[in-house]
């Protein structure tokens, strides 16, 4: 199953592939050197397909539980000074996604949109300790009565260049259901209460809408 945001690009992809294969076989009579353009035109849609695939995940509902926004590996839990939407301190979690990773982008907890921001920006590697604030990004924050807020943040790296977020203001958040979209590798940050009871470690492998990130004292 692939996601919505690759259709365009996965048939594009193909013709471009299935042309390049048809040239390829009429033109090219040295057998080793064609068939090694084939092989890495065969390899280049197939990254394509994998990048822009779309695993069903099964969530767990729990207002009480923080859960992976994105796949990934966890790369920062530390407590930050928040400046955009909270100005104060919160435990700041990031995860780092590359290419070959399934970039859909879920909600970590159930509630309402009540906070929703795109921010036009640079492109700095998603590990840039300025590329929560200096590259494009989307911030959205979602409430519950039982957890309170927490603020996840999308952000376009190096070979991301573009970023798409579905919630807006006043929409009911389904945990697990699906946030957003980053094309082509970056990373997400979620901002948590400093009392919240973090269940990751750094350098943790985590899957989006099932792994638990956090869970209130």
Same mark, same amino acid.
């Given at each position: 199953m692939f996601h919505k945001e690759g259709h365009k690009i996965?048939?594009?992809?193909?013709?471009? *592939? !299935?042309?390049?294969?048809l040239l390829v076989d009429s033109f090219i009579d040295i057998n080793w050197l064609r068939t090694i353009i084939l092989i890495l035109l065969l390899v280049f849609l197939i %990254?394509? %397909?994998?990048?822009f695939r779309n695993p069903k995940r099964h969530t767990v509902l729990n207002d009480k539980q923080v859960i992976a926004p994105v796949d990934g590996k966890v *790369? *920062?839990?530390e407590e930050i000074f928040e400046k955009e939407y909270f100005k104060e301190k919160r435990l700041q979690v990031s995860v780092f996604m590359s290419p070959i990773? !399934?970039? *859909?982008?879920?909600? #970590?907890?159930?509630?309402h949109v009540i906070f929703s +921001?795109?921010? #036009?920006?640079?492109? %700095?590697?998603?590990?840039? #300790? +300025?590329?929560? =604030? =200096?590259n494009e990004r989307t911030t959205v924050v979602v409430e519950n009565d039982t957890y309170g807020k927490v603020l996840h943040r999308q952000i376009a790296g190096a070979l991301a260049k573009r970023i798409v977020n579905y919630a807006k203001l006043n929409d009911k958040a389904v945990q697990g259901g699906e946030s957003g979209f980053i094309k082509f590798g970056s990373r997400v940050d979620l901002f948590l209460p400093l009392d919240t009871n973090i269940k990751v470690q750094l350098n943790q492998k985590v899957k989006g809408g099932e792994s638990i990130i956090? =869970?209130?004292?």
């Amino acid at each position: 199953m692939f996601h919505k945001e690759g259709h365009k690009i996965i048939f594009i992809t193909f013709v471009f *592939v !299935v042309g390049c294969f048809l040239l390829v076989d009429s033109f090219i009579d040295i057998n080793w050197l064609r068939t090694i353009i084939l092989i890495l035109l065969l390899v280049f849609l197939i %990254l394509i %397909l994998q990048f822009f695939r779309n695993p069903k995940r099964h969530t767990v509902l729990n207002d009480k539980q923080v859960i992976a926004p994105v796949d990934g590996k966890v *790369v *920062v839990i530390e407590e930050i000074f928040e400046k955009e939407y909270f100005k104060e301190k919160r435990l700041q979690v990031s995860v780092f996604m590359s290419p070959i990773n !399934v970039h *859909v982008t879920r909600y #970590p907890i159930g509630g309402h949109v009540i906070f929703s +921001k795109y921010h #036009p920006g640079k492109y %700095l590697v998603a590990w840039h #300790p +300025k590329a929560s =604030e =200096e590259n494009e990004r989307t911030t959205v924050v979602v409430e519950n009565d039982t957890y309170g807020k927490v603020l996840h943040r999308q952000i376009a790296g190096a070979l991301a260049k573009r970023i798409v977020n579905y919630a807006k203001l006043n929409d009911k958040a389904v945990q697990g259901g699906e946030s957003g979209f980053i094309k082509f590798g970056s990373r997400v940050d979620l901002f948590l209460p400093l009392d919240t009871n973090i269940k990751v470690q750094l350098n943790q492998k985590v899957k989006g809408g099932e792994s638990i990130i956090a =869970e209130a004292k």
